[in-house]
Each structure stands twice: as structure tokens, then as C-alpha cells.
């Protein structure tokens, strides 16, 4: 196992690899680049559209609109350091590890990193206006994404409004909401969005979480690790709305309440604002055959409040957790949860038969970006009854650490942002053996057999 261990942090160095080898581009693909370097109007202006616009355009949250030339020019050399270092688009796993289809995907392409910084490089021109592709057009901020595919929301459930002054520290602004039903019923999809355009500017990511008495939102048998509060959805600007596959869904209970949980930062105006939440329903009676579960895979040994974390002034640290899984299941997501010192995770899995398997890498974790990496429906992997979910998180109590705001402080575990947390958050769906050997035998994996079984 050591030596398994040791070749995917090799495999992590060859990411770092890579990234240098655009920087240091071959002589011949620099030459061409200066024969007809990258403009703006057939070359950037394209990139924009299609990954920075969502936030970067007026009235949405980013700092600056880059929709023109104009307004872009002035940053090129600011985006050359943001893509090549990949802090933008805020995309930060590792790609080049684990799984590497996300549905939600923002990240550019290596080719679209190299043309910005050929651009950036040739002195950020701007090109042939007749090359200039006709400017996106975006969805009226008030039409929900998912109305396309799905019709109206069935609810549409708000949090009390928050005001948040001109110049202010971060809030995590934390209100519940009742859930106006008065049966069992079952989520099929979900979308959240801030009330107002002004909103958007405020509001950094939302994530809503379900309070309800449901003794099945724990799977059966499993240890107090498994244990999480049922989270309905994570909300970050440019995410779309989650549907869930077919035959999975959410159990709302009648008397259940929403939890938010607004990360909302001060943009320089005064902006009072709310997020809501869409709620797409099975027909009633329905119920889908597989259920959801979003699920908090500890790096953190110990249990609940009591889990051991101690982390020296001026060091980085590593903590290190196993779960069981007791049935076997897709893993669908991933979003790694720590806080201000928070420097990287990895989630494997150790399989029945010995062989260990990187699932995901974040290795730039930064903690004003709480992305949520959605895998693709084929790219979603299932492991069988028995396999060891491990996680491991690096934090970074030093000064090269930026978001660390006091190196010389000891760090213990705890819910405040300067005190530290490490886990997994991912939504698992169990499966029956059955059901994992023929996902097995699609995927060209080895079935479940009984006498793995037996282990
Ligand atoms: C999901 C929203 C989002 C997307 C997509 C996004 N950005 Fe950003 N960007 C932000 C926010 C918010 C900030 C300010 C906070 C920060 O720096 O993290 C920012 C900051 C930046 C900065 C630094 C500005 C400064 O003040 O120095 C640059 C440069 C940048 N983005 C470029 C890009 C480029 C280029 C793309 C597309 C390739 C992109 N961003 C995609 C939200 C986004």
C-alpha cells in the first residue's frame, strides 16, 4: 500500500509538470504563436464567453466585467497570472488524477490557457473587429435555469433578507425557513439563486441544508462518521440547478425546514438581499427507487465534537480518516470542506481486493471558493460493500498561506473559521450488489464476488 501511496503523489508532481511545460512552450509552437499571435476579437473574446462572463459582466459578482475590450485590457497581465496559476475560473482540482468528467466543469482547456498567455504575452492585442463573435445573451435574472427542461418550480422557498454594509468582514449568514408541505415527497431537482441582481455581487456561495426528524437520513448500521446533516444543495455563481438521475431523489418530510447557510461578502454599496431555493417535486406517490445521501467523509479522526486536531504555529499539517462503506454506493460529488488554513484533499478509496483508487485531489483548496465538483453520470464511480473511503487534508498554518490571518496561533478543531475542520462532503447513493456488479461489468471492473464478500 506504501507503494501505492508514493506513485499518486508522483502523479501528483507530473500535474505540477504539465502546468510548467505551457509556460515553457517548445520553440517551434512559440514561433507560430509570434506568426500570427492570439487576438482579442477571434481568440479571447471566445474564452470569455464561454468561462468568465457568468460573474465576470455587470451585475454579476466578480470585481470587473470582462465583456469588452475596453474593459478587459487593463487585466490582461492580472488574468495571464490567474489562468496559468489556475485560481480562474475557480476550478481546483487536479485534473490530471482521479475522476476527470464533472458536469459542472468551468475549468480552460490547457490549448485556452496557452492563447491567453500568447495574447497577454504579444502585448494583449486586439485583433479584426469583423472577428469578433456577437456579444452572450444571458437569461433574464429572474428565470430559473432549469425551467427549460423542467417547467415552473413546484416550491419556491426564500431566506429572511440579510443587509450587508458597504466595507464589512465576511458574514455567514445562517436563517431556516419552513417547508410549506403536508405529505412525504420526493426532490427531483433543486436551483438556488440570490433574490436580486445586487444580490449577486453579495452573495459568494449559499448552501442549503434539511432539518427534518428522519431517522432514514442515516444509512442503518453505519458509525457516527457517516453522520451529516441532509444538505439539499450547494449554491456558487455559475452553477446551474441539481437533477438528480433517474430514479434518485431527496425525501421531504412535512414539517421539515430549510437551514441556509450564506457566505456573503461586502462589495463597497450597501445591499440588502435573500436567496431562494427551487424545488422541482416527483409526482405525488412517486418514489424513486434510490436515495441520496449527502454525507461528511471525516479526514479528521475522533469522534464529532471531540475529534483531535492540533495544529502548531508556522506548520503544516496533515490529518487523515477511514469510513466503511457498509453497502456498496456511488460516490456523485465532491466538495472539500476546511477552513481558513485549508491547503488540500484527497479522497481514495481502498478496495475489498487490496488496490487503492484516487477518487479526487484538490490541491489548491482555497477557502473563499467552496466549489462543488459534480461528477459526470459516467464518470461517477461505484465502489462495492466493504471499500475504505480515505481522506486526507494538508493545511497550512504558515505565512505563505494568504487567506491565514495569524501564523503564530495554535489551531484546534471547531466551527469558527479560524478554528479548522476537514471533510468530504459527497452526496452517495446505495446501490445493491446486484446493481454494482452490472455497474462493474459496464465499466470493466472485477464483480463483487462472494468470497470478497466474505472478507
Ligand atoms: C464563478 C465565478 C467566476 C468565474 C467563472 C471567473 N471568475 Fe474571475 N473572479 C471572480 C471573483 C468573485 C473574483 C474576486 C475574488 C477572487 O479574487 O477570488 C475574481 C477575480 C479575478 C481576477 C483578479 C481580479 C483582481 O482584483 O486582481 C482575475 C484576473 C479574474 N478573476 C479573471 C478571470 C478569468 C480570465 C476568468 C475566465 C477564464 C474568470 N475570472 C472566471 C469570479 C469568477
Known amino acids: ?216 437520513s442515516i444509512i442503518p448500521g453505519t458509525d457516527a462518521d457517516l453522520r451529516g446533516r441532509a444538505m439539499l444543495m450547494e449554491w456558487a455563481v455559475g452553477k446551474g440547478y441539481d437533477l438528480y438521475r433517474p430514479d434518485t431523489g431527496k425525501l421531504l418530510l412535512p414539517g421539515s425546514q430549510i437551514s441556509w447557510d450564506i457566505h456573503i461578502h461586502a462589495v463597497g454599496d450597501e445591499i440588502r438581499d435573500h436567496v431562494e431555493l427551487g424545488i422541482w417535486l416527483y409526482p405525488k406517490g412517486q418514489e424513486p427507487k434510490y436515495r441520496t445521501y449527502l454525507t461528511a467523509f471525516q479526514a479528521i479522526k475522533g469522534r464529532d465534537r471531540q475529534r483531535q486536531m492540533d495544529i502548531p504555529p508556522n506548520t503544516i499539517m496533515e490529518s487523515q480518516n477511514f469510513t466503511v462503506l457498509k453497502q456498496a454506493a456511488i460516490l456523485e460529488n465532491f466538495q472539500p470542506h476546511m477552513h481558513l488554513r485549508g491547503k488540500a484533499m484527497a479522497v481514495e478509496a481502498i478496495l475489498p481486493d487490496g488496490s487503492t483508487q484516487m477518487v479526487s485531489y484538490v490541491g489548491k483548496f482555497n477557502f473563499n471558493w467552496m466549489t462543488n465538483y459534480i461528477y459526470a453520470d459516467d464518470a461517477a464511480p461505484a465502489f462495492p460493500k466493504g471499500t475504505m473511503i480515505r481522506v486526507t487534508a494538508w493545511y497550512d498554518n504558515t505565512r505563505a498561506n494568504p487567506n491565514n490571518p495569524d501564523p503564530d496561533q495554535w489551531v484546534g478543531f471547531g466551527d469558527r473559521t479560524v478554528d479548522e475542520m476537514g471533510h468530504a462532503w459527497m452526496n452517495v447513493t446505495y446501490i445493491s450488489d446486484a446493481d454494482y456488479n452490472a455497474w462493474a461489468a459496464k465499466h470493466g471492473k472485477a464483480p463483487l464476488t462472494s468470497e470478497l464478500r466474505a472478507r
Open 1 to 216: 500500500m506504501k507503494d501505492r501511496t508514493f506513485s499518486t503523489r508522483r502523479n501528483w508532481g507530473m500535474a505540477a509538470l504539465a502546468w510548467s511545460a505551457i509556460l515553457t512552450m517548445p520553440a517551434a509552437g512559440r514561433a507560430a504563436a509570434a506568426a500570427q499571435p492570439a487576438t482579442f476579437a477571434k481568440d479571447i473574446a471566445p474564452i470569455l464567453q464561454e468561462k468568465c462572463q457568468e460573474c465576470h459582466r455587470k451585475g454579476s459578482m466578480a470585481p470587473m466585467s470582462l465583456v469588452t475590450y475596453e474593459e478587459t485590457r487593463p487585466w490582461a497581465k492580472s488574468i495571464r497570472q490567474r489562468v496559468i496559476t489556475r485560481q480562474m475560473p475557480p476550478w481546483h482540482i487536479d485534473p490530471t488524477v482521479g475522476v476527470r468528467q464533472f458536469k459542472n466543469d468551468m475549468s480552460l482547456s490547457d490549448e485556452q490557457i496557452q492563447k491567453i498567455v500568447q495574447w497577454a504575452d504579444a502585448g494583449a492585442p486586439f485583433g479584426n473587429a469583423k472577428e469578433m463573435p456577437p456579444p452572450k445573451q444571458w437569461p433574464d435574472a429572474d428565470e430559473w435555469k432549469a425551467a427549460k427542461e423542467l417547467g415552473q418550480p413546484d416550491l419556491v422557498i426564500s431566506s429572511e433578507p440579510y443587509t450587508m454594509a458597504a466595507h464589512h468582514q465576511d458574514v455567514w449568514w445562517r436563517p431556516l425557513s419552513n417547508i410549506p408541505i403536508t405529505e412525504p415527497r420526493w426532490v427531483r431537482a433543486v436551483e438556488m439563486r440570490p433574490g436580486t441582481l445586487a444580490g449577486r455581487r453579495i452573495t459568494h456561495h449559499a448552501v442549503t441544508y434539511l432539518v427534518q426528524d428522519d431517522p432514514n
